[in-house]
């Protein structure tokens, strides 16, 4: 089945840093995503990118579709307190009702 | 609005029982998809209802079922239980369009099941 390969695994940062995160795929998609988990909650979503190429910003977030449509990387900028926590991307390979294909997700722990 | 609800929030079974959890989505949305989370497989897409119809489904064996009620409200079971089924079972819920086009999938909390 389809796999997404998302990296780093964790990161340690100090506060004020900037966050860089990627995923790759060997298939392509159609929609590619990044949420956030909280412990003890479900996923929320934070960014969603719809085209090859497109680059979306939400607040400090900037998000990329990658112009292979397989990969897509998010960046944090000026990281505080409240960032952390373990983000996910996730694929839709087709329409509405597809599932997601998500990551296995990148742990943030931020040292202030 | 009030969001993804889902009961109960932890649940203890033993190997070979049963178990039914449940998930009341966003008040309008009409599809319910299902996903169960592990530390090793990370969130994995179970199945997608929608009008009380199962629209897509994941890579599980068919010990893991799911419905879904005239009101949008779903319920996930999965019968002769395994240690490995241990996770977190997570919902989400979105308007449900019939056509292309992603939807934004809102989750619920979860609900945490431990197999003994």
């Known amino acids: 089945g389809q796999q997404l390969n998302q990296s780093p695994q964790s990161m340690f940062i100090q506060e004020g840093e900037d966050v860089s995160m990627n995923c790759t795929s060997s298939s392509i998609f159609n929609t590619w995503l990044w949420y956030k988990q909280d412990p003890g909650e479900g996923p929320v979503l934070l960014i969603a990118?719809?085209?090859?190429?497109e680059l979306t910003s939400n607040g400090r977030l900037t998000a990329q579709f990658g112009i292979t449509r397989k990969d897509s990387f998010l960046n944090i900028s000026a990281s505080i307190p409240s960032d952390v926590g373990i983000y996910f991307c996730?694929?839709?390979?087709?329409?509405?009702?597809?599932?997601?294909?998500f990551g296995k997700g990148t742990h943030l722990i931020i040292q202030p | 609005k009030a969001g993804v609800t889902q009961t109960p929030r932890y649940l203890i079974k033993t190997r070979g029982q049963q178990v039914t959890l449940s998930c009341s989505p966003i008040s309008g949305h009409r599809s319910v998809s299902w996903y169960q989370q592990t530390p090793g497989q990370g969130l994995q897409f179970l199945f997608e209802y929608f009008s009380e119809t199962q629209r897509n489904k994941g890579n599980f064996p068919g010990r893991f079922s799911g419905r879904q009620f005239s009101n949008s409200r779903s319920e996930m079971n999965v019968s002769t239980l395994e240690l490995g089924d241990s996770a977190l079972y997570l919902c989400?819920?979105?308007?449900?369009?019939?056509?292309?086009?992603?939807?934004?999938?809102?989750f619920g909390p979860g609900t945490r099941l431990l197999v003994l």
């Open positions: 990118l719809y085209k090859a190429g």
């Open positions: 996730a694929g839709q390979s087709g329409g509405g009702a597809d599932g997601l294909t």
């Open positions: 989400a819920s979105s308007l449900g369009a019939l056509l292309g086009g992603y939807e934004t999938q809102y």
